[in-house]
């Protein structure tokens, strides 16, 4: 019987988690100098956790790994992390000090049942939460801090798609629909399914105009919102905080020369959105997104703290970014004639050379699996040769130190 | 052709159907134990007979092409398994009843948007744990627990659960059980149902036809649970020092009735036919619920209970699921022996678990292993290193999956005279199970309830001996 991986899996192989390292680095320290600091969130959590209304939508929820725990009698689930903010912010309440502003980040991964298998069911993401500032500098910090990252990455060019949950909800109850169908509108929304919004009728016909310009033109200014402003009329005081808001990131991030573009229906994923929301496209594929999510907090049980944040998508970055970390400090060494002496000194060189920053290969015979830029040959005697694969040139060495002079003096 | 058939409260109905449409089924009827009864007009159909809820399962996977069942079990299953292959092919005119989400009238709410704000944590009890679940999650409830059991989901509220998902022939059919009905989830009816794959490719047109076109009259409507008489079902006043105990319905019923009796304890309402599934126990300080002896381990577990008879067999399965449960037996009773054995059948040449892993390598096959103990079962597996193994959950009638549609059995049996008539062959004897008194450990440290627990218990080991 021969073993596969689970239906949709991912094995990441040596050269992916090159790939994997270098996303999740450039991540890392992106997110140090801007003063967040590292989380790592168990696995496992309660399906409780995510149940709150509010928090993941009911077809979320639906695809959700959960099962009973080895005491689980009682009939409470635990489930696969299926998101990396509510964690977060369950971290948050339980174990940090709750004044002032607090900047976490994570890498991790998330298990989301899909039907056919063709798909992940295990994604990894990098996350970064922003909580305690309801300031509009605070969603910029969080798009500059991505664009960051994704052009340290090398990939591009980005578009940062903006919309706002609050100015969504309140488009909806508007609207005039009754909460069980402003739920479900806004659960399709959510799906990203914008028809769903865009099928609604208004008799109003200042919110109709402003329903026309927001679900079916796309703004890339803050002149966009002050058109949707004007053609509000009478219904424009509901809107004005949502809009302000709104309208203080799109202000911020164009004079910090970031491209992007206000699309109402942008805002796929979660319903714990409160504020704007942002997507990171590239090349029309969603790299990432995030949004301003006031209302979390206080519905995961924990005060009245606004918060947003984002997560950038690992499994589409490695389809996007090209690393290759050249094999200049690669090192391949061999003992020839196998004898114990020989042997012992090509280990001793071998933790010589590993101590100066080199990976060092033990040559086992057999052809390796990777390059190496240089390969060091022990012969009888201890004596040593070093070949430089880039030019195919040979020279002697008496020992380590000479090896190394020799490496670096090339370079 | 095959065609799975349900056993219990469709079987008259689903027999006279058949019988009007022209298939005159031998030995499909309440009295019959053939698990396969034949059809003389239509010589290429192979029926056999499963409990109810095993149906859709089996038409879902392929093992049957064509099944017939509630309505109630293909949503059970659907709403886990969205993409199974199960097409629902049209109703069949009976059996109809409908599925409620009801609380307990003490609960003092009367719908679903009321559930959180009354209760902090909602415990959904029922026998459809995956449409529990769904109602659950599309009612956005926010900390809730869904403890599936084997039947009398009724009896749990208020005490032992906040809602429960049951079927019953009418929203006023609930009201004798003092429950409240908050949602009607389903309007369930039997309903014909087919394999996708099958329906692609294999003809069965003539039995369609006959089926589609074939109505029977059908009975009276249907009860929530075999409880009869006039006695009110309403739930007293909760006495918080007062000795839960759980007696178990079913198999058991009639052996614990005699044990009681023996013991001098008077119970007459839980005598057969059961009346009340809340007697009146002649021992002062008890109170009793009669539920199904399966569910009786989590629900001591969970605190619900103080004592309840059940059997080694389920306590077993509990604790090999939740090895720190807590659980434990106080008296062995003595009473409903029954070996807990592996089985497979005759035409397979095997006669241990050693030779049963090497007969799977050498085919290739991954041992599908029936069984109603899931966690035995899973736990012979496992320590028997069968590789690639499935467990497949029954609810009973286990023994009519050998050979075609299992592999291996773990299944009770008292004299094996059932197993050897259906060409069965024991291979393992993996322990014995007698009825015991079970109790949550934490239940002995309460100084209220000690003195009444010691009392029973003292009973329950003198009349054992």
């Known amino acids: ?411 | 052709m095959k065609l799975a058939l349900p056993k219990g409260r469709l079987l008259k109905d689903t027999a006279a159907l058949l019988e009007a449409a022209g298939l005159g089924l031998a030995e499909y009827d309440e009295k019959s134990r053939s698990y396969r009864p034949q059809s003389d007009e239509f010589t290429s159909l192979s029926p056999k007979v499963f409990q109810e809820k095993d149906v859709p399962i089996q038409v879902a996977v392929g093992n049957y092409d064509l099944g017939i069942c509630g309505l109630d079990w293909v949503t059970e299953l659907l709403s886990k398994y969205p993409s199974a292959d199960l097409v629902e092919l049209g109703e069949l005119g009976y059996g109809k009843g409908g599925l409620y989400v009801a609380a307990s009238v003490r609960a003092g709410i009367s719908s679903l948007d009321e559930v959180d704000g009354r209760f902090e944590r909602v415990r959904m009890v029922s026998e459809y744990p995956n449409l529990a679940e769904f109602v659950a999650l599309q009612h956005r409830l926010r900390r809730f627990s869904v403890l599936p059991v084997w039947g009398a989901a009724e009896v749990y509220p208020p005490e032992c659960a906040e809602l429960v998902l049951v079927r019953a022939a009418s929203a006023n059919g609930l009201a004798r059980h003092g429950l409240v009905p908050l949602a009607k989830v389903l309007a369930s009816t039997t309903v014909l149902v087919a394999n996708r794959n099958s329906l692609a490719e294999a003809d069965m047109g003539g039995l369609l036809a006959r089926l589609r076109t074939t109505r029977v009259r059908t009975r009276q409507s249907e009860r929530l649970s075999p409880v009869g008489g006039a006695t009110s079902e309403s739930p007293e006043e909760h006495n918080g020092n007062a000795v839960r105990l759980a007696l178990p319905d079913g198999h058991q019923q009639r052996h614990t009735v005699r044990f009681l009796a023996k013991a001098g304890i008077d119970i007459g309402e839980y005598d057969e036919p059961l009346k009340t599934r809340r007697p009146r126990i002649g021992l002062d300080g008890i109170s009793v619920k009669v539920i199904r002896p399966q569910d009786m381990p989590a629900q001591v577990a969970n605190g619900n209970f103080d004592l309840a008879v059940t059997g080694e067999d389920w306590l077993r399965d509990h604790l090999y699921r939740f090895p720190s449960s807590p659980v434990e037996r106080m008296v062995n009773l003595g009473f409903g022996t029954v070996r807990i054995v592996a089985v497979v059948s005759e035409r397979i040449p095997v006669h241990d678990a050693a030779e049963l892993r090497g007969y799977a390598l050498r085919s290739l096959l991954q041992i599908r292993v029936a069984s109603e103990y899931v966690n035995i079962a899973d736990k012979y597996a496992r320590d028997n290193h069968l590789a690639g193994y499935r467990v497949i959950p029954t609810w009973g009638a286990s023994e009519a999956f050998l050979p075609e549609d299992a592999d291996l059995l773990i299944e009770n049996t008292e004299t094996g005279a059932t197993l050897r008539k259906h060409k069965l062959r024991i291979i393992d004897d993996l322990f014995e199970s007698s009825a015991c008194v079970i109790t949550h450990k934490g239940a002995l440290s309460d100084s209220r309830k000690v003195p009444t627990i010691e009392r029973a218990i003292e009973v329950m080991k003198r009349t054992a001996a």
Request: some cysteine; glycine content about 10%.
């Open chain 1, 1 to 411: 019987m021969r073993v596969h991986k689970c239906r949709g899996m991912v094995d990441l192989l040596p050269d992916d988690m090159v790939r994997f390292r270098h996303i999740e680095e450039v991540f890392r320290d992106s997110c140090l100098k801007h003063g967040y600091g590292e989380i790592r969130t168990p696995t496992l959590e309660y399906l409780h956790l995510f149940t709150a209304s509010g928090t993941l939508t009911p077809a979320m929820l639906g695809r959700v790994y959960s099962f009973l725990d080895w005491d689980g009698w009682s009939g409470e689930r635990v489930v696969l992390r299926p998101d990396g903010t509510i964690p977060t912010v369950r971290l948050f309440l339980e174990s940090v000090n709750q004044e002032g502003t607090t900047r976490l980040f994570y890498v991790a991964n998330t298990f989301t049942f899909e039907e056919t298998g063709t798909e992940r069911r295990e994604r990894w993401q990098c996350g970064a939460e922003l909580i305690g500032s309801n300031l509009a500098s605070a969603d910029v910090e969080l798009v500059l801090l991505a664009s960051e990252v994704l052009s340290r990455l090398g990939v591009g060019p980005l578009v940062v798609r903006l919309s706002h949950g609050g100015l969504i909800k309140t488009l909806l109850s508007e609207l005039g629909l009754e909460a069980e169908k402003q739920a479900e509108v806004f659960d399709h929304l959510l799906e990203g399914d914008a028809r769903a919004l865009g099928d609604v009728g208004t008799e109003d016909p200042n919110l109709a105009r402003a329903l026309r310009v927001l679900m079916h033109v796309k703004g890339n200014s803050s002149g966009y919102l002050e058109n949707v402003r004007a053609l509000l009329g009478d219904a424009l005081p509901r809107f004005q905080a949502d809009l302000d808001e709104l309208t203080k990131a799109v202000e911020l991030l164009a004079a910090m020369g970031c491209t992007f573009e206000i699309d109402m229906t942008s805002g796929r994923g979660f319903e714990y959105y409160t504020g704007a929301m942002f997507q990171f496209c590239v090349s029309g594929e969603r790299v990432g997104g995030g949004g301003r999510y006031d209302d979390l907090i206080p519905l995961v049980g924990g005060p009245s703290l606004p918060a947003s944040g984002f997560a950038l998508y690992m499994d589409t970055l490695m389809e996007l970014v090209e690393f290759e970390p050249g094999n200049d400090r690669s090192v391949l060494i061999a003992a020839h004639r196998g004898g114990t002496d020989e042997v012992q000194t090509a280990f001793e060189v071998a933790a010589d050379l590993r101590e100066a920053g080199y990976a060092v290969e033990m040559d086992m015979g057999q052809p390796s699996t990777s390059s190496h830029r240089w390969s060091v040959s022990v012969s009888k005697g201890g004596a040593l040769s070093l070949t430089d694969q880039a030019t195919g040139k040979t020279r002697k060495a008496s020992a380590s130190a000479n090896l190394l002079d020799l490496m670096e003096g090339a370079k």
